[in-house]
């Protein structure tokens, strides 16, 4: 069993920045690829970033923050990070963060096991 939650989110100006943090429980933490997803209001949850399990730590990002944005995870304080630069107002959404017990991030949320609650960001134009 993990337990995710985040922190970081806020109301922030377009081109901007954020740190997003999710915290896990649970001593497997680095056993657990990790994603980060959104939903806007009305839409479905989208995919944002994914990292790997493994020491290389490889990351995945959706065409839309590439660039943009940066996953990244430290086993020693088993916490991921997503820190958003360049923050436009298409950007406002609800943040989760996911866990999968596989060694590589995927894109599609059915693929996660443990989900957080979510943290609000909202970038203002």
């Known amino acids: 069993q993990v337990q995710l939650v985040e922190s970081g989110g806020g109301l922030v100006q377009a081109g901007g920045s954020l740190r997003l943090s999710c915290a896990a429980s649970?001593?497997?933490?680095?056993?657990?690829?990790m994603g980060w997803f959104r939903q806007a209001p009305g839409k479905e949850r989208e995919f944002v970033a994914a990292?790997?399990?493994?020491?290389?730590?490889?990351?995945y990002y959706a065409d839309s923050v590439k660039g943009r944005f940066t996953i990244s995870r430290d086993n020693a304080k088993i916490t991921v990070y997503l820190q958003m630069n360049s923050l436009i107002p298409e950007d406002t959404a609800i943040y989760y963060c996911?866990?999968?017990?596989?060694?590589?991030?995927?894109?599609?949320?059915?693929?996660?096991?443990?989900w957080g609650q979510g943290t609000q960001v909202t970038v203002s134009s």
């Open positions: 649970g001593r497997t933490f680095g056993s657990y690829a």
């Open positions: 996911a866990a999968r017990n596989g060694i590589y991030g995927k894109t599609l949320s059915h693929e996660y096991d443990y």
């Open positions: 990292i790997s399990r493994s020491a290389d730590s490889i990351t």
